[in-house]
């Protein structure tokens, strides 16, 4: 699942979230690892659940256009690139690192 950028979370996510908290039993930060949500966005929901006001989060704000969430997928798919990236030189380095010491013996 693709986290969502902004915070931008649908009425039915909040509520689906709240639920497994309170009905199932699950802990905030269960929730929030399998949700890919923080842990205190989850936390705030609970909250305003008790509080009655579950259903008023998220009005104010404005749905993102698909430039937006387009955008905000390519950021991710890049900073996941740069990361597999970074792990391939140190891959590489640490097999070449080995590989000379093997032929040195």
Do not use: C, H
């Amino acid at each position: 699942m693709e986290r969502i950028p902004y915070g931008i979370y649908s009425k039915e996510l909040r509520e689906e979230a709240v639920k497994l908290v309170t009905e199932d039993g699950l802990s905030i930060t269960e929730v929030g690892r399998r949700l890919e949500i923080p842990q205190q966005t989850v936390s705030n929901w609970v909250k305003a659940y008790k509080e009655g006001r579950l259903a008023g989060i998220g009005k104010n704000r404005k749905p993102l256009t698909e430039v937006e969430a387009e955008l905000a997928r390519a950021r991710r798919e890049l900073a996941e690139v740069k990361m597999e990236r970074d792990l391939l030189k140190k891959a590489a380095a640490y097999f070449a690192k080995e590989s000379q010491r093997g032929t040195r013996s």
